[in-house]
């Protein structure tokens, strides 16, 4: 990710300049040993120097602007940053020298300045205070450099949509003109008459090659199920016809109507083949949940190194939520393969057609479930952080029991099923609710209103 930095300077002469010296190479130093790819501008104390570093880091391909401002400088520039940077900006400020008895910098009531000024203008800044260099300091800029990208790359995404929304899953319709004006990204539909032609047209060497790659993961089969060749080459035709079309399309990430065509069409599953494509970077959701598949997108965005992928919450008590799908989670998010709940190729459940992944969320993993939806005019979301406990019976699918602190988790559901939240929940490994906030509190063009929070160290969130 490459970052750019621009430290605001002044035109006259004031407070301590070695102080706002040491703080700059502070910052630069911080960089040095970080993984961002970082461009450095400044000083800048003029509306000309300021579009020019503007103009510079753009044509760089920055994704990221960070504001600093080691001593005040002038506040008549960020309406001009406005003018010129159409995406999030982080303002970073610094404090004053503890050494000096006089005022050495003003550089968080200059950020102030800024920051106060930028929102009431309604593009509120990502806000970062503290010494370069210091652990906090370095964790709260990173989670900022993160959401930042990710609004940034959420605004211009580009989603495919691959049939329609599973029958009888109103709730989750898109809108795709809401979800442009809204939300940024652009819809594109590909029907599934296009896309079983592609299914068909795949060579029998290109099949066979893919074949070997989804049979190189040894994944034992259960006891009774036969699975023929032409089960695993209709399984390799799904997974090269939904990679061909994403890089085609140049897709950011993709939600498939799953069923009833593909099953009945072809006589198999597509949810191997799915969770094959998590695994390799695809953000995809079934059954044509397209705010799903967003959720995806949003967790990679915010680095997750484990692909994230949609699950139904299937009950609940009042400390623990189940989680199941019918067998297309990444391998990344299951107990190892070879161990009592490792994956296991097998029939669905329900049809008894191949194929499919029967799965148990690894023990004691951290995660987060979330939904981002649209209702009302509104993006809304909702979080939960909670840890994946050992499941008290075994179901035929991919499952994982994940336990909420604090309980409160039945008043939880009661409150966001009339919220409109749609049935499917984001699963991510690790805790992201704090960067999940943060993005929603700053997203442009319109703020997601966060209308509930679960599990979380602080008290619950209820949207005003």
């Known amino acids: ?149 990710t609004a940034k790359k959420l605004q211009h995404a580009r989603i495919g949509l691959i049939g329609d929304h599973a029958p009888g899953f109103l709730n989750m319709a898109v809108d795709a003109a809401a979800q442009q004006r809204l939300l940024g990204p652009r819809l594109k539909r590909i029907g599934l008459y296009e896309f079983n032609a592609l299914v068909r047209s795949f060579s029998e060497a290109d099949v066979a090659a893919d074949r070997n790659m989804a049979e190189s993961l040894t994944l034992p089969i259960r006891s009774g199920v036969n699975l023929s060749d032409e089960v695993w080459d209709i399984s390799s035709r799904y997974y090269l016809a939904v990679k061909q079309v994403a890089a085609e399309e140049r897709f950011d990430a993709v939600a498939l109507r799953c069923w009833p065509e593909l099953p009945n069409e072809f006589g198999v599953w597509p949810y191997l083949a799915v969770s094959r494509l998590a695994s390799g970077g695809i953000n995809i959701c079934e059954e044509g949940d397209v705010d799903g598949a967003v959720g995806c997108l949003i967790a990679q965005s915010l680095g997750s190194q484990v692909p994230a992928f949609n699950s139904d919450w299937l009950e609940h008590d009042d400390d623990s939520i189940l989680l199941w799908h019918a067998g297309a989670t990444p391998l990344e998010m299951c107990e190892p393969p070879g161990t009592p709940d490792g994956p296991v190729l097998d029939v669905h459940f329900n049809t008894q057609k191949p194929l499919v992944i029967n799965a148990v969320l690894k023990i004691g993993m951290p995660v987060t479930l979330f939904r981002l939806w649209h209702f009302r005019d509104h993006y809304r979301l909702v979080v939960c952080e909670g840890t994946v406990k050992k499941p008290k019976r075994t179901i035929e699918g991919c499952t994982g029991l994940v336990g909420m602190a604090g309980g409160g988790v039945n008043r939880f559901f009661k409150q966001v099923c009339l919220k409109g939240m749609p049935h499917h929940v984001t699963v991510v490994q690790g805790h992201w609710a704090s960067a999940l906030r943060t993005l929603a509190e700053h997203y442009q063009p319109q703020p997601i209103a966060v209308v509930q929070t679960l599990g979380l160290s602080q008290s619950q969130h209820t949207e005003k």
């Open 1 to 149: 990710m490459k970052v750019a930095v621009f430290f605001i300077g002044r035109k006259r002469p004031g407070f301590d300049p070695q102080w706002g010296m040491f703080l700059e190479q502070a910052i630069r130093t911080q960089f040095q040993s970080s993984r961002f790819n970082t461009l450095f501008f400044g000083p800048i104390a003029e509306e000309a120097v300021l579009k020019n570093a503007l103009t510079a880091a753009r044509q760089s391909g920055a994704e990221v602007l960070i504001v600093s401002q080691p001593t005040m400088g002038d506040g008549n520039l960020w309406p001009v940053l406005l003018t010129e940077w159409n995406a999030p900006v982080i303002l970073w400020a610094t404090p004053e020298n503890p050494q000096n008895l006089k005022v050495s910098a003003c550089g968080l009531v200059g950020i102030h300045n800024w920051a106060s000024g930028m929102s009431q203008a309604g593009c509120p800044p990502l806000l970062v205070y503290g010494l370069p260099g210091q652990a906090e300091t370095i964790s709260e800029l990173n989670e900022a450099i993160c959401v930042a990208a």
